[in-house]
Every structure is written in structure tokens, then in C-alpha cells.
């Protein structure tokens, strides 16, 4: 059974950071493009970052370049968000999801095309 969990996420005050983990069991993460997304309350789900399976190249979300850093750890079968300066935007629940290979390698930030998801974890940064 494919699964992806999230852990990681709590109350931070703004300028903190948070490490968020996706870990997977069923099948080998590194094959497959990994998205972060969140949503915040009454909006939609946004992407905030991705990596590619096939390059290992990384995208962001304008609102977050510079201040968040993904990252894959093969030997954990997990990928990472570290999320640094948080500011009160940065509340949501953030969601890692992957997509499988047989459609493409290379991540997107849209995320009706990704295929496994995990259960979210609640990120909220206020003082």
C-alpha cells in the first residue's frame, strides 16, 4: 500500500522555522516528483515547492524563495520542507503529494495531477 505521512508541523512565532518531513512506505520516493502544497483557511490548495525525480530540480512559490528549502533524504525514503522566517501567511495545512513516473518525472505545482497524497499536517505561525 502506497502511503505518504507528514510530521512536523506545530505553532511557531513569526521569524521561526519548521521542518516538515513526507515520509513513504510502499514505494520509492526518489522515483517520483514530490510536491508541498497548503491550504489555508476558505482558499484553494496552492503549490509551494516541488522536486523532480529525474533531475533533482527544485521549484518554489514566489512567496516563499529564499525562506524555503526542499530536499530529499533517499535513505529515509523522505523528503523535506525546511521553512524558515515564517510569517502569519504561512498558515495552512501543508500536504506532500507524488506523482507517478509513468506520467512525467518532472514536478509540477499543480495539484490535481498528482496521485498519492499524504494527510496534511497544520502549520501556524501567529505571536
Known amino acids: 500500500q502506497l502511503q505518504l505521512v507528514e510530521s512536523g508541523g506545530g505553532l511557531v512565532q513569526p521569524g521561526g522555522s519548521l521542518r516538515l518531513s513526507c515520509a513513504a512506505s510502499?514505494?520509492?520516493?526518489?522515483?517520483?516528483?514530490v510536491g508541498w502544497f497548503r491550504q489555508a483557511p476558505g482558499k484553494e490548495r496552492e503549490g509551494v515547492s516541488c522536486i523532480s525525480s529525474s533531475d533533482g530540480s527544485t521549484y518554489y512559490a514566489d512567496s516563499v524563495k529564499g525562506r524555503f528549502t526542499i530536499a530529499r533524504d533517499n535513505a529515509k525514503n523522505t523528503v523535506y520542507l525546511q521553512m524558515n522566517s515564517l510569517k502569519p501567511e504561512d498558515t495552512g495545512v501543508y500536504y506532500c503529494?507524488?506523482?507517478?513516473?509513468?506520467?512525467?518525472?518532472?514536478?509540477?505545482?499543480?495539484?490535481?495531477?498528482?496521485?498519492?497524497w499524504g494527510q496534511g499536517t497544520q502549520v501556524t505561525v501567529s505571536s
Open positions: 510502499g514505494f520509492t520516493l526518489d522515483y517520483y516528483p
Open positions: 503529494a507524488a506523482l507517478s513516473p509513468r506520467i512525467q518525472t518532472m514536478c509540477v505545482m499543480r495539484p490535481r495531477i498528482y496521485n498519492y
